[in-house]
């Protein structure tokens, strides 16, 4: 079958723009899908027909655009980042290669509380200006959807300043953003050794408050000993699930919690990192469709050797997303192509697995799979095209950035 259309073959057929010369990889199934020389009719920011050239109906086109080859991929969704936050710490980095132990920079100040003190001090329009300086090198390499976190605020106030600067980014460029409340990603200083009544203002006060203003479209925790317990994110999500908001889970990242299957059980979108992560879990993120994101720049950086088990999730049909986990600590990174290589380098996945990860999985882990993430009649017009011969370029060139056109709802993103 190489015809899908919306449309009604009695009428005349319209469309805003005809896109030609050009193979669409459209990772349906999470399968290259390849439609040789094909042909992409939108009408209204959507896709009204996709299939081969030669099939084409007879479209009365206002813009038409022709291809001199090439390939058309879906947009490109990273599903997990943290590009809200004040300063950087790559003072921290330096000190790590010259030998000095995690514990000895945080004794001095340094992880994460440095990064909640810059985030807390620094004014809503410094945190926008610095998140756009992140955010413009993976719009410039194809990616149309980005899921960005809080949580670097750790105060009720700071909380929310994150969460506007958030939506405030998505008001300012050409792209779908998801904003996702982690306030639950570290206990704050004010609260060392009150765990539990940090989470009670999250439930009780902030929860609530961010469900009144629309400020957030998920809610995620960190489950780990460094962190919360399973205890402690079951009554976030708890919360979460009174006020309608999903929820996703950083889990198993250092040690097995089984953080995971607690995801899974609240029907979590996603569960991410997963580096120790047992099979029982995976069972349970399979039943529940609970999508597994692996970040493999955290993983890189943090030079860990335990790697997720990404053939278990083969077995028991988990799908599998990629995301940059851009964040100023375990995550640098400006790139989510370059994530497509380290998955296939690091972690044994195919590059059309990892194309899969950071589309039509993606998505999934984003709750959008209806709208987005593959190309098929009916969804967002989000493409881009990319002057080369076949998908697995994407992931085998290191460094750079590849040429390409971005189209957004229909129109070319400048």
């Not at 889970?249 to 609240?266: C, K, N, P, V």
């Not at 029907?267 to 029982?280: K, N, R, V």
């Not at 860990?304 to 640098?332: K, M, W, Y």
């Amino acid at each position: 079958m190489t015809e899908h259309s919306l449309h009604d073959s009695s009428t005349t057929l319209h469309c805003d723009s005809l896109w030609l010369g050009a193979d669409l990889v459209t990772l349906r199934d999470g399968h290259y899908n390849i439609i040789e020389n094909g042909a992409l009719a939108i009408k209204d920011g959507r896709i009204l027909w996709l299939g081969a050239a030669q099939d084409c109906p007879d479209f009365i086109a206002k813009q038409r655009t022709e291809f001199d080859g090439g390939i058309i991929t879906p947009g490109l969704i990273d599903c997990h980042t943290h590009l809200v936050f004040g300063g950087d710490r790559s003072a921290e980095f330096e000190q790590r290669l010259n030998g000095v132990s995690y514990a000895e920079i945080a004794a001095q100040g340094g992880g994460i509380i440095s990064t909640v003190n810059a985030t807390r001090q620094a004014s809503a329009e410094t945190l926008l200006e610095q998140a756009e300086f992140r955010l413009r090198p993976l719009l410039a390499e194809g990616v149309t959807c980005i899921e960005i976190k809080s949580g670097y605020g750790l105060s009720h106030e700071s909380e929310l300043k994150m969460l506007r600067v958030i939506r405030e980014l998505k008001s300012r460029h050409a792209v779908d953003v998801k904003a996702t409340l982690l306030a639950a990603h570290a206990v704050p200083p004010e609260f060392k050794g009150r765990a539990d009544d940090y989470i009670e203002l999250i439930c009780q006060e902030l929860l609530p408050q961010v469900a009144q203003e629309n400020l957030a479209d998920a809610v995620d925790a960190f489950c780990e000993h460094l962190a919360f317990s399973p205890a402690q994110v079951e009554r976030v999500f708890n919360a979460a699930r009174q006020l309608g908001l999903p929820v996703k889970l950083h889990a198993e990242q250092l040690s097995s919690l089984h953080g995971s299957t607690l995801a899974a059980r609240f029907g979590a979108l996603s569960a991410d990192h997963l580096e120790y992560i047992e099979e029982s879990d995976i069972k349970a993120m399979a039943a529940s469709g609970t999508v597994a994101v692996l970040l493999p720049g955290a993983y890189y950086l943090l030079r860990e050797t335990q790697c997720p088990p990404v053939e278990l999730f083969r077995q028991h049909g988990v799908p599998i997303a990629l995301a940059s986990d851009a964040n100023p600590g375990t995550s640098p990174a400006l790139s989510l192509r370059l994530m497509l290589n380290m998955a296939c380098t690091l972690f044994r996945m195919t590059p059309e697995e990892a194309l899969a990860g950071i589309t039509c999985h993606a998505a999934r882990a984003l709750g959008v799979q209806d709208s987005q993430g593959t190309l098929e009649a009916g969804k967002v017009a989000n493409f881009v095209h990319w002057p080369l011969k076949r998908p697995a370029e994407l992931v085998y060139w290191l460094g750079g950035q590849l040429p390409c056109t971005v189209i957004y709802q229909g129109e070319v993103r400048l």
